[in-house]
């Protein structure tokens, strides 16, 4: 009953302190609209084809969204000493690190329903596998804030995690089969986006549009949840070893 006290507190007052913010929610809305106008110049504006788009623009959303503000948010209260009272609470680091990562994937699930939402005003949708596309909504967030949570016990800095956010996320954005399909991009490199969570997300998202994916579902969702389970790992063994021994 503690433990599950604890965990409700610290997740809404993560939500109103740093996820409920002006900034933050102008963030989780014009970030993928944005995304989603980019992409229609990049396709001379033919708005048939917004839903081809979808699965990689819904993964970048989530990707852009959750690893801005964990990274950000553990930091500050790493340098504001706030995070240390928290290790000092009665309740295991495991909850701790649930607790801290629960509204980061929520708002990550947010981010991408926006596009989602607002595409039929472009175009009538298309019949969508609903299983698929949760599930890739889900383990696309919860990896991408794990990978938020991993550079922020990294870095003792605001604008260290920043900078180590970007050296993530940009390389993704190219390696993860958006922009070009994993077989057109050279052998040496391949090795690097079969590596990646974010390929198998959007894979996984362009199985829920009925569109030709690189990687069979199944796969892609153990790849996911296996790389969900190890980023958690070794998120939280570095929190004993940096943080607390």
Same mark, same amino acid.
């Given at each position: 009953?503690?433990?599950?006290?604890?965990?409700? !507190?610290?997740?809404?007052?993560?939500?109103? +302190?740093?996820?409920?913010?002006?900034? !933050?929610?102008?963030?989780?809305?014009?970030?993928?609209?944005?995304?989603?106008?980019?992409?229609?110049?990049?396709?001379?504006?033919?708005?048939?084809?917004?839903? %081809?788009? @979808?699965?990689?623009?819904? &993964?970048?959303?989530?990707?852009?969204?959750?690893?801005?503000?964990?990274? /950000?948010?553990?930091?500050?209260?790493?340098?504001?000493?706030?995070?240390?009272? *928290?290790?000092?609470?009665?309740? %295991? *680091?495991?909850?701790?690190?649930?607790?801290?990562?629960?509204?980061?994937? =929520?708002?990550?699930?947010? +981010?991408?329903?926006?596009?989602?939402? /607002?595409?039929?005003?472009?175009?009538?949708?298309?019949?969508?596998?609903?299983?698929?596309? *949760?599930?890739?909504?889900?383990? /696309?967030?919860?990896?991408?804030?794990? @990978?938020?949570?991993?550079?922020?016990?990294?870095? %003792?800095?605001?604008?260290?995690?920043?900078?180590?956010? !970007?050296?993530?996320?940009?390389?993704?954005?190219?390696?993860?089969?958006?922009?070009?399909?994993?077989?057109?991009?050279?052998?040496?490199?391949?090795?690097?986006?079969?590596?990646?969570?974010?390929?198998?997300?959007?894979? *996984?998202?362009?199985?829920?549009?009925?569109?030709? &994916?690189?990687? &069979?579902?199944?796969?892609?969702?153990? =790849?996911?949840?296996?790389?969900?389970?190890?980023? =958690?790992?070794?998120?939280?063994?570095?929190?004993?070893?940096?943080?607390?021994?």
């Amino acid at each position: 009953m503690k433990t599950g006290i604890a965990f409700w !507190n610290i997740l809404l007052k993560d939500m109103k +302190n740093y996820y409920l913010k002006p900034p !933050n929610i102008s963030w989780g809305i014009i970030f993928p609209f944005a995304w989603m106008l980019m992409f229609l110049v990049r396709t001379g504006g033919k708005v048939e084809d917004v839903y %081809s788009m @979808l699965p990689g623009l819904m &993964a970048l959303s989530i990707l852009f969204g959750t690893t801005s503000m964990l990274a /950000v948010t553990i930091t500050f209260e790493r340098r504001g000493r706030s995070f240390d009272r *928290l290790l000092l609470a009665p309740v %295991s *680091l495991t909850a701790l690190m649930l607790a801290k990562t629960g509204g980061a994937v =929520f708002f990550g699930m947010i +981010n991408a329903f926006v596009p989602l939402a /607002v595409a039929p005003l472009f175009a009538a949708p298309p019949a969508l596998q609903w299983p698929y596309l *949760l599930a890739g909504v889900f383990f /696309v967030a919860v990896t991408s804030t794990l @990978l938020g949570l991993f550079i922020a016990v990294s870095v %003792s800095e605001v604008f260290e995690a920043q900078t180590f956010s !970007n050296f993530f996320r940009f390389p993704m954005i190219f390696l993860c089969g958006l922009f070009f399909p994993l077989e057109r991009l050279p052998i040496f490199i391949r090795p690097l986006s079969y590596a990646i969570p974010l390929t198998y997300g959007v894979s *996984l998202l362009k199985t829920a549009f009925h569109q030709t &994916a690189e990687i &069979a579902a199944g796969f892609s969702l153990i =790849f996911l949840i296996l790389s969900a389970i190890t980023l =958690f790992w070794i998120s939280r063994r570095n929190i004993q070893k940096r943080w607390i021994l």
